[in-house]
């Protein structure tokens, strides 16, 4: 009949198996003694006996290994010691843990062993990861945001001759289109927004399948340079409703662009509106559109005020449209 210290055994293996954590003994010259049979599990280990007695650093690389060269200094001294590293399995998977270190005592009150508990955080660490990424890329994105919102009100309120109201209405309306680029940038990945859907959506309080043609490749732009690329649509389109091609029955946008040897050429074209007059003076508009727009896609952006309708050529580098 089973004694008690067999059955306590029997019970202490069992605990030992069912852990997911890689529990191990190391000796204080740093060799591995033992690992739990849970611990080989989460390890990958198929034959302990093939890694019995290697140097625990071996298994760290990098930061991970200079923890370790300090977790056994402390736990040789009498201390527990606690780290977060990467280290691969037995079958090279990489993984990453959570590790505590603690010294076992002799019956002299010295250390005769190290115990270390490894835990897998893989899952955990990828989310902080992912959390850092996205956190980083939310500040550049209010970054740029704010910078255009503030450059969109210093330009709008400054020299302005026109009513208060007006300036309030037209101030409301730009902002409304960076409003629409962000739900397009929220909608897309963090690595950008694609241009077509951009431009679908800036221009679709003005959209008419007779009257405004949208043709143009895939192309994602950086969070930077769809603000500047909304704004300079909003305007655009704003400008054909009220004095340009699309302010009377037949007048046409076309809007395109292509790539071709690593140049980006975007064309907004109007046609069959009013004869159009260059104005004495620059808006914020043309002014936002051929130094802002030019700038932040690192090309250039030009306005031609032809007589049978406003042109606006932009030539960039490719490379440059999904930069931040």
Not at 23 to 43: A, P, Y
Not at 78 to 107: C, E, K, L
Not at 119 to 124: H, S
Not at 157 to 178: F, I, T
Request: proline share 5%; charged share 25%; aromatic share 6%.
């Amino acid at each position: 009949m089973p004694t008690q210290p067999d059955k306590d055994a029997r019970f202490l293996r069992a605990v030992l198996a069912a852990s997911d954590d890689c529990i191990k003994v190391i000796g204080l010259d740093g060799t591995l003694e033992f690992m739990s049979e849970g611990g080989q599990r989460v390890m990958e280990v198929t034959d302990f006996e093939a890694i019995r007695g290697c140097p625990w650093t071996q298994f760290w690389e990098g930061p991970g290994k200079a923890e370790v060269e300090a977790a056994l200094v402390a736990a040789r001294s009498g201390h527990s010691y606690r780290f977060q590293g990467q280290a691969d399995t037995a079958a090279g998977n990489p993984r990453y843990w959570d590790v505590q270190v603690s010294p076992i005592m002799a019956a002299d009150g010295k250390p005769e062993a190290i115990l270390s508990v490894s835990r897998d955080i893989t899952q955990i660490h990828a989310g902080e990861e992912r959390y850092r990424l996205l956190a980083g890329e939310l500040n550049h994105r209010i970054k740029n945001l704010l910078a255009m919102v503030s450059g969109i009100v210093n330009q709008s309120l400054r020299g302005s001759d026109e009513p208060l109201d007006q300036v309030k209405r037209r101030l409301s309306d730009r902002l409304q289109a960076l409003a629409a680029a962000q739900d397009v940038l929220m909608m897309a990945s963090r690595h950008g927004a694609d241009l077509r859907q951009l431009v679908e959506v800036v221009l679709s309080p003005h959209r008419s399948v007779e009257r405004l043609a949208v043709e143009g490749p895939s192309v994602t732009l950086s969070s930077k340079c769809a603000l500047a690329m909304a704004l300079a649509l909003h305007e655009l389109g704003t400008n054909a409703v009220k004095y340009g091609a699309l302010s009377q029955e037949g007048g046409h946008v076309d809007v395109s662009w292509r790539n071709q040897g690593g140049e980006f050429h975007f064309r907004w074209q109007e046609s069959g509106g009013p004869p159009v007059t260059p104005p004495r003076r620059r808006g914020f508009g043309s002014q936002m559109i051929e130094k802002v727009l030019g700038s932040y896609l690192g090309g250039t952006a030009k306005i031609d005020f032809a007589p049978a309708g406003i042109v606006l050529l932009l030539d960039a580098p490719t490379a440059a449209l999904a930069e931040g």
